[in-house]
């Protein structure tokens, strides 16, 4: 069983409209939560982070987490084709607190 | 201020060679991870460093080793290479490993491929 699972893409969607991505995660012991969003042959960027349970908005997106339910997503409001890329979800965990990925989701916003 | 900086960006080696990749972080960050991300898969977690001690190891075998050094800048060694070997290797900086301050930037990474 793999350790984060995300919605399997790809996801398509018109500009302007919300991108739902979701991500469940089986290590409780997890307590941060990352986004990133990887441009294909680029390397992973950070979207934003979240640690309590609820929402947090930053500009055009919010991440959700529910510890109980063990599942954190992200909401992209007016989606530009520039937001087009794949968006992984990464809990920490382990004794490092090492970043746990999901195999991403790859969103196309359609001019 | 500069990201996290690695070389070399792409390196082509074949079965069995040796390679060595290079890391510096962030001003300031003293914890650098290594993952691998192969084609299609999410960065798997290789190795964190902090403060020149090894504080975790993921799933892989002896051949990859790390080392950081007292400017916190990292080394990636990997022995005896394989075909399987082949990916897109990310180093990525914090501040800490732990607590508020541990989120994790990525440098552009080193592409290598393995004949």
């Known amino acids: 069983q793999k350790e984060v699972e995300q919605n399997s893409g790809p996801l398509s969607v018109p500009e302007g409209a919300i991108a739902s991505l979701n991500c469940t995660y089986s290590d409780r012991g997890s307590q941060s939560f990352f986004w990133y969003r990887q441009y294909s042959g680029k390397s992973p960027e950070l979207i934003m982070f979240i640690y309590s349970n609820g929402d947090k908005e930053d500009g055009r997106f919010t991440a959700q987490l529910n510890k109980a339910s063990q599942y954190v997503s992200l909401l992209i409001r007016d989606s530009q084709p520039s937001d087009s890329a794949t968006y992984l979800c990464a809990p920490t965990s382990g004794s490092a607190r090492q970043l746990t990925f999901g195999s991403g989701t790859q969103l196309t916003v359609l001019p | 201020d500069a990201g996290v900086t690695q070389s070399p960006t792409h390196l082509i080696k074949t079965r069995g060679q040796h390679v060595t990749l290079r890391c510096s972080p962030i001003?300031?960050?003293?914890?650098v991870s290594w993952y691998q991300q192969v084609l299609g898969q999410g960065p798997q977690f290789i190795f964190q460093y902090y403060e020149k001690e090894e504080r975790g190891r993921g799933n892989f075998p002896d051949r990859f080793s790390a080392r950081q050094f007292p400017n916190y800048s990292s080394e990636l060694n990997v022995n005896a290479l394989l075909l399987g070997d082949s990916a897109l290797y990310l180093c990525?900086?914090?501040?800490?490993?732990?607590?508020?301050?541990?989120?994790?930037?990525f440098g552009p990474g080193t592409r290598l491929l393995v004949l």
């Open positions: 990525a900086s914090s501040l800490l490993p732990g607590g508020p301050q541990e989120t994790q930037y």
């Open positions: 001003s300031g960050h003293k914890s």
